[in-house]
């Protein structure tokens, strides 16, 4: 297990070494929540990197990453635990077949951490061999208030109640790291709980870095050329403008196709490498991908 950086530059240096490059705002949120245990709360557009954050952290410190992925109904009981219904059932109909059973001590034999199915929160709680894990809530966007009322007594006390076992309490309170796209607005009482950094798409000398990190096999001339051409794509009125995730995707989509530079053609093939609606495509395949290849290449020209 990796001790807590020691400085603002020690958590830049190993989220480097672990494949993400935070520029400076970053890292301080990163060691303010880590120096004070407080949750971290990262909002910002789809692909920017939000749960790379996460699983660099987790690595980084070599702690257990437990991933609560969000979704439109979850609740309390999906997120907490589950009973292994199955596993009860039988247990009562191998006990009837054996006559005789006592049906309070079969009642408290079946409500025990025997037949839990734990979920992430509940796991969370628990004590880790390598200390206490990262908690990724992810898209919390996606869920309706209820859920973020229950997440506040959660994440406040490190704690869930579970009515058959009672209250369980994390020995040690989690690394906890939330993430939104800004579907919708989350509870100014859940934000109070966290600290907050908005997570924006990177300058180009930055993303150049992170390019660098996650597909060093491409050039530095191809590099150049995606980086530009995506920020480029940044600025057009799309439906969905592509994050960092998809240069990372075009350019290994590239290096797959043993492309040394972009094309016109080699950009209508690989659009839906970087842009995933067909609207988006169709706005900017053709002469307007053209245009914006003349652009960056005349932007890179020798004066």
């Not at 001590?105 to 025990?112: V, Y």
């Not at 058959?164 to 989350?186: D, H, K, W």
């Not at 290096?255 to 839906?272: Q, R």
Request: net charge negative.
């Amino acid at each position: 297990m990796t001790g807590l950086p020691a400085d603002i530059s020690d958590v830049t240096r190993q989220l480097a070494g672990n494949g993400y490059i935070a520029d400076r705002a970053l890292s301080t949120v990163v060691f303010l929540a880590l120096k004070l245990g407080r949750p971290l709360f990262l909002e910002g557009e789809a692909g920017v990197g939000k749960t790379e954050i996460a699983k660099a952290i987790a690595a980084a410190l070599g702690r257990r990453l437990i991933r609560l992925q969000c979704y439109e109904g979850l609740d309390a009981a999906s997120a907490v635990c589950d009973w292994n219904f199955a596993a009860q059932m039988l247990a009562i109909r191998t006990a009837e077949a054996g006559g005789g059973a006592d049906r309070e001590a079969l009642r408290a034999e079946l409500f025990t951490e025997d037949y839990l199915i734990e979920r992430p929160l509940l796991a969370a709680m628990r004590p880790q061999p390598g200390g206490a894990p990262v908690l990724l809530i992810d898209e919390l966007d996606r869920t309706d208030e209820p859920f973020e009322a229950f997440l506040l007594e959660a994440l406040s006390d490190f704690q869930v109640t579970i009515p058959e076992l009672g209250t369980i309490r994390a020995p040690e309170p989690p690394i906890v790291i939330l993430t939104s796209n800004r579907t919708r607005e989350v509870h100014d009482a859940l934000k109070r709980r966290c600290l907050y950094h908005w997570v924006d798409y990177p300058s180009f000398d930055r993303e150049m870095e992170i390019l660098h990190a996650r597909a060093p096999e491409a050039t530095e001339t191809l590099s150049r050329e995606i980086v530009a051409f995506v920020q480029k794509l940044r600025r057009e009125d799309l439906f969905k403008k592509p994050g960092v995730a998809e240069t990372i995707d075009w350019a290994k989509c590239l290096l797959a196709l043993d492309v040394i530079a972009l094309s016109p053609e080699v950009i209508a093939d690989t659009l839906g490498a970087i842009l995933k609606y067909q609207d988006d495509i169709q706005k900017i395949a053709g002469a307007p991908a053209r245009k914006i290849l003349d652009e960056l290449r005349a932007d890179f020209a020798p004066a």
